[in-house]
């Protein structure tokens, strides 16, 4: 029944190791991503002939300024599937919407997100579901495999490898963002200009049984580009600085290039008035559970 509808929820990078650079200069990682209640929607409207070609219309609080154009993630998505899966050129495109609720550019996947949405909305549109999506998905950014099933998962290589994440205990998730889009290269490249040495993949448990042993392991852990990216933009750090101060706050880190940052809670109420504080700086936030977790809501 039309108008399908996707979710397309933020990624958060727990943790972010760079381990080595391949000869191409992408860089290898180990990281655990998890995805938040936080998210876009894309929405497949109505069909239209093949010949008017697939359309989309941007709205939602960080919409304004965005491109709908072919270079858009989400059309680059559907042309993707398209040619991946053989699709006949008299199928149907398809009008969509996407309602930006996800800052951009910043660190959370959001544009990665938007893309696998498509992917599954768009095969199940165009009965081709049996079409393997990974590559596809990879051959669209980084983040976008990770993005498909939107469940917890350790991420490898240069985000093409997925593996199965520690389990993860009952977790309230705070996001905030300083209104700085922070752009990937700048980040990598003030990495690679400090001097500093590549990381060994982390060592984790098979499960956490609360949230206080999840911030205890993460502390033994790093993400990579934060320094970097706060020396680029310090308000980063006043950011992590509120975070920690919050009540009942056992963790903060930045997520992915930055700028946004998370921290962890075991209470939601707790995790919603810390995000309701850090609206009073003139920051964006936004505070629920993170998903897959036994309070899957």
């Not at 993630?73 to 006949?88: I, T, W």
């Not at 350790?154 to 905030?176: D, H, K, T």
Request: aromatic content about 6%.
């Amino acid at each position: 029944m039309l108008p399908a509808r996707s979710l397309a929820h933020a990624k958060i990078n727990l943790f972010l190791h760079i381990t080595a650079r391949r000869d191409n200069g992408y860089h290898e990682l180990d990281s655990l991503a998890v995805f938040t209640q936080t998210a876009d929607l894309l929405t497949l409207e109505a069909p239209c002939p093949a010949e008017h070609g697939m359309s989309l219309a941007i709205d939602g609080p960080f919409g304004a300024g965005l491109e709908a154009g072919s270079d858009n993630l989400v059309l680059r998505a559907a042309s993707a599937l398209r040619l991946a899966a053989s699709l006949s050129d008299t199928l149907p495109a398809w009008q969509m919407r996407l309602t930006k609720n996800l800052p951009v550019a910043s660190g959370i996947g959001g544009g990665s997100a938007d893309a696998a949405a498509a992917l599954r909305l768009l095969a199940a549109a165009w009965q081709c579901e049996d079409v393997d999506l990974a590559p596809i998905a990879a051959s669209l950014g980084a983040d976008v495999p990770v993005c498909i099933a939107q469940k917890s998962r350790r991420m490898q290589g240069i985000g093409e490898i997925l593996v199965a994440a520690p389990r993860l205990p009952r977790c309230a998730m705070v996001l905030v963002n300083p209104g700085v889009a922070v752009p990937t290269p700048a980040v990598f490249r003030a990495w690679k200009e400090s001097g500093a040495a590549f990381r060994p993949s982390a060592t984790l448990p098979a499960q956490w049984h609360d949230v206080a042993a999840l911030a205890e392991s993460l502390r033994s852990t790093s993400n990579d580009l934060q320094a970097p990216a706060i020396a680029l933009f310090p308000v980063i750090g006043e950011v992590l600085s509120h975070l920690e101060r919050s009540e009942e706050c056992h963790f903060a880190r930045m997520s992915g290039s930055g700028a946004t940052c998370f921290g962890l809670y075991a209470d939601l109420d707790a995790a919603c008035r810390a995000a309701e504080t850090l609206r009073a700086q003139g920051w964006w936030a936004d505070a629920g559970w993170v998903q897959n977790t036994e309070d899957r809501r």
